[in-house]
């Protein structure tokens, strides 16, 4: 019944910027952690970002200092703002949300269908 819903993706040159959104379709209480994840066709899905519910943040090394993660907690809605987008950085980009459905419930889980970033010339 809880869905997110990615956009934003898209084909840009390198060097460009791109900002993806995921929205939180449903009723729940609260937005607890948010992180960004990347899969390439083949490999691992790999970790980029996370940001916990106190606001702190944390990166992986290949996007430090040019991708930023954020959220509307009033719009249900998770960002990730992409700043200097090398082809490396081609992949297909989930948006994972951990949440509560009750106060004190156990905090889930759930994935976004996925968005695909193109960087290209």
């Known amino acids: 019944q809880v869905q997110l819903v990615e956009s934003g993706g898209g084909l840009v040159q390198p060097g460009g910027s791109l900002r993806l959104s995921c929205e939180v379709h449903?009723?729940?209480?609260?937005?607890?952690?948010a992180a960004w994840y990347r899969q390439v066709a083949g490999n691992q899905r790999e970790w980029v970002a996370s940001?916990?519910?106190?606001?702190?943040?944390n990166y992986a090394d290949s996007v430090q200092g040019r991708f930023a993660i954020s959220q509307d907690n009033a719009k249900n809605m998770v960002y990730l703002e992409m700043n200097s987008l090398k082809p490396e950085d081609t992949a297909v980009y989930y948006c994972?949300?951990?949440?509560?459905?009750?106060?004190?419930?156990?905090?889930?889980?759930?994935w976004g269908q996925g968005t695909q970033v193109t960087v290209s010339s």
């Open positions: 994972n949300v951990g949440y509560r459905g009750r106060p004190g419930g156990a905090i889930r889980t759930i």
């Open positions: 449903g009723t729940i209480r609260m937005i607890n952690t």
């Open positions: 940001r916990v519910s106190g606001g702190a943040t």
